[in-house]
């Protein structure tokens, strides 16, 4: 709130913080990060990347774990574009070195 008052020689002047104003600042668009069901990914080594790579609880990750195994696909979160992005990325990776087929992909919120 930006107060108007005027000083002794009547000339109006801003105290107090300028948090009305708007800063020139945009939110950032959010995209989810899904991982995909497949036959052959160990059911621990999801969990692992949840934990690791998501940073969930062994509870939550195994909750989201089974989610995925039993509807074919499950939200690990919910990040800015170079957050998700990269998480993508280290999924994969992890993925691809184990020799598992887990997909992992992301979409705009
Ligand atoms: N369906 C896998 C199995 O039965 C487990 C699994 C869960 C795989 C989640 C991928 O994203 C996944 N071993």
């Excluded at 039993?70 to 999924?91: F, L, P």
């Amino acid at each position: 709130m930006t107060e108007r008052k005027q000083d002794d020689t009547g000339v109006e002047e801003e105290t107090g913080l300028a948090t009305k104003t708007r800063p020139a600042t945009k939110k950032p668009s959010l995209y989810r990060v899904l991982l995909l069901n497949d036959d052959y990914t160990p059911m621990e080594f999801v969990v692992e990347i949840l934990v690791r790579i998501f940073r969930k609880s062994p509870e939550d990750a195994a909750r989201i774990m089974l989610h995925v195994h039993q509807n074919g696909v499950g939200m690990c979160g919910v990040y800015t574009y170079e957050v998700a992005e990269t998480k993508v990325a280290q999924v994969m990776d992890a993925a691809r070195r184990a020799q598992h087929p887990l997909q992992c992909t992301m979409e705009k919120e």
